[in-house]
Every structure is written in structure tokens, then in C-alpha cells.
């Protein structure tokens, strides 16, 4: 069964450092990966999907993400992380159901950005 | 403006007592699907639905039911045998294939006093 781990609960950086949220897949087939941001008290909003087609997905915000199946990871990464990026992320991945998608999501990180 | 909804965002209700909670969607997707949210635990899949009138269960339908009676709305009801209500509820739709986008709603925030 198609399952993900996301490292660390929660994550502290500074404005303008790196992010980098950790997320590692395990799935018997090659995966469909997705990243979301959930916002406080609102619904979950997709930063990016890997589908195969490009190992490194460019998403929303300056967000990217790689796909490294020797890893099996698809860690989240941002070059200079701003204020607005504090929220909670979670990383998911997909399970043929037959012709519906199902969504197997990570326990979730939650990003703080101090000054 | 097209997208999904989610009524009410805040509810309140007493232990033992029935409850619905609404999703629409006019996106004109095929899949609608239910989770819940608690802290630390991330989203669980409630249930969904590929289509009209038909729906599966997913990682943890026991003490909930839902019906698929139009394209666009998809409720959830909360019943008493469900022993602990309490969370936040989100509703997502997607087109209708394998590895489709899913799109969220606004959530629900249900509390039983």
C-alpha cells in the first residue's frame, strides 16, 4: 500500500533562509506526489503534483519540489522563505482506486517563519 | 466564480444528535470525496464518490453515511454512532481520473458539546 512520511512536525526558519519540508513515499508502483498548503481554519490549497513527465516540479509561491525515486523522497523546498509562507503543508500521494483518484496524505508540517 | 463550498464553517451541536454538513460543488467534476481533519493526524478519507449515486467508504466511515443524489452536492451527515465528532471536515472534488488535482473547500468546523 501507497503510504508517506513527512519528517518533522514542525519546522522554525528565519525570513529570507532556505525551507526545506521533508517528505518520504513508499509505493509499490511509480507514485503520483502532491504537496498542499492549508492555511489556518481553511481548506487545503495544491503548491504542486509530480506526475512523472519532470523529475523537479516548480510550483506555486517559489515552491519546488524533487522527485528522487533512489530516495523514494519528494522533499519541498523554497530559497528565501517570507512571512505569508507560515501554514501547515502536507505532502500526499496518489492511489489508483480504478478510475477515481484516491488522495493517502502525511501527518503534516507546520512551517513558523520568524524574523 | 467556480469552486466549492462549504456550509456552515462553524457548528455546534449536542452529543446524540444527527448532523449535516453541506458540500457543493460547480466545477462539473465527476469525484467528490469527504475527510477529517484532527491535529497531528493529517486528513483522513471519510468517503467518496465517483459518480451519482454511487459512493465507497473509506479509512474510516464507520458512524457516518452520505448520499450522491445531483453532480454538485455531495452531504455528509454525522450520526450519533459516531463516538467522537469533533474535528474539522473538508470536502474535495476532482474531475474524475487517476492522479487528478483535488480541489478543496473551505472546511468545516464541527463541535459537539
Known amino acids: 500500500a501507497q503510504s508517506v512520511t513527512q519528517l518533522g512536525s514542525h519546522v522554525s526558519v528565519s525570513e529570507g533562509a532556505l525551507v526545506l519540508l521533508r517528505c518520504n513515499y513508499s509505493?509499490?508502483?511509480?507514485?503520483?506526489l502532491f504537496w498542499y498548503v492549508q492555511y489556518p481554519n481553511q481548506g487545503l490549497q495544491l503548491l504542486l503534483k509530480?506526475?512523472?513527465?519532470?523529475?523537479l516540479v516548480k510550483g506555486i509561491n517559489g515552491f519546488e519540489a524533487e522527485f528522487k525515486k533512489s530516495e523514494t523522497s519528494f522533499h519541498l523546498t523554497k530559497p528565501s522563505a517570507h512571512m505569508s509562507d507560515a501554514a501547515e503543508y502536507f505532502c500526499?500521494?496518489?492511489?489508483?482506486?480504478?478510475?477515481?483518484?484516491?488522495?493517502?496524505f502525511g501527518t503534516g508540517t507546520r512551517l513558523q517563519v520568524t524574523l | 466564480d467556480g469552486g466549492i463550498t462549504q456550509s456552515p464553517k462553524y457548528l455546534f451541536r449536542k452529543e446524540g444528535q444527527n448532523v449535516t454538513l453541506s458540500c457543493e460543488q460547480n466545477?462539473?467534476?465527476?469525484?467528490m470525496y469527504w475527510y477529517r481533519q484532527d491535529p497531528g493526524q493529517g486528513l483522513r478519507l471519510i468517503y467518496y464518490?465517483?459518480?451519482?449515486?454511487?459512493?465507497q467508504k473509506g479509512d474510516i466511515a464507520e458512524g457516518y453515511s452520505v448520499s450522491r443524489e445531483k453532480k454538485e452536492s455531495f452531504p455528509l451527515t454525522v450520526t450519533s454512532a459516531q463516538k467522537n465528532p469533533t474535528a474539522f471536515y473538508l470536502c474535495?472534488?476532482?474531475?474524475?481520473?487517476?492522479?487528478?488535482?483535488?480541489?478543496f473547500g473551505p472546511g468545516t468546523r464541527l463541535t459537539v458539546l
Open positions: 500526499a500521494v496518489s492511489v489508483s482506486t480504478g478510475t477515481a483518484s484516491k488522495l493517502t
Open positions: 509505493s509499490s508502483v511509480p507514485p503520483y
Open positions: 509530480y506526475t512523472s513527465a519532470a523529475t
Open positions: 466545477l462539473n467534476h465527476d469525484a
Open positions: 464518490s465517483q459518480i451519482v449515486n454511487d459512493f
Open positions: 474535495a472534488s476532482a474531475p474524475g481520473g487517476f492522479a487528478d488535482t483535488q480541489y
